[in-house]
């Protein structure tokens, strides 16, 4: 069993910067994938990017792009997410998914992911 464990969101003004962690224990591999995802009331979770711990390969949300960045440190079993230029459409609980050796088309659904982290709420205000 793998067990993720999220950290760092809050609030923020927008325009402001938040760094979330997601720290794997248990049985974590180097063939980890690891993403974040976010979900808000009334709507279905959504994918925001992911990473492939094994090569560093980096897959974002064209809503994000350019503002967000998905990091890893393998050997830490940890990953993180810095969001920049935070907007109020941001604002959503995040949740961090870990998964062994997925297939690029799957990267981007949340069904494709084992083990989830708790989630970790975000408020950017305007």
């Known amino acids: 069993q793998v067990q993720l464990a999220e950290s760092g969101g809050g609030s923020v003004q927008t325009g402001g910067s938040l760094r979330l962690s997601c720290t794997g224990s248990?049985?974590?591999?180097?063939?980890?994938?690891m993403a974040w995802f976010r979900e808000v009331p009334g709507k279905e979770r959504e994918f925001v990017a992911a990473i492939r711990l094994s090569g560093y390969h980096t897959y974002y949300a064209d809503s994000v792009k350019g503002r967000f960045t998905i990091s890893g440190d393998n050997g830490k079993s940890t990953g993180y997410l810095q969001m920049n230029s935070l907007k109020p459409e941001d604002t959503a609980v995040y949740y961090c998914?870990?998964?062994?050796?997925?297939?690029?088309?799957?990267?981007?659904?949340?069904?494709?992911?084992?083990?989830w982290g708790q989630g970790t709420a975000v408020t950017v205000s305007s």
């Open positions: 998914a870990a998964g062994e050796t997925l297939i690029t088309s799957t990267l981007r659904r949340a069904s494709a992911y084992r083990y």
């Open positions: 248990g049985r974590t591999s180097s063939r980890f994938d």
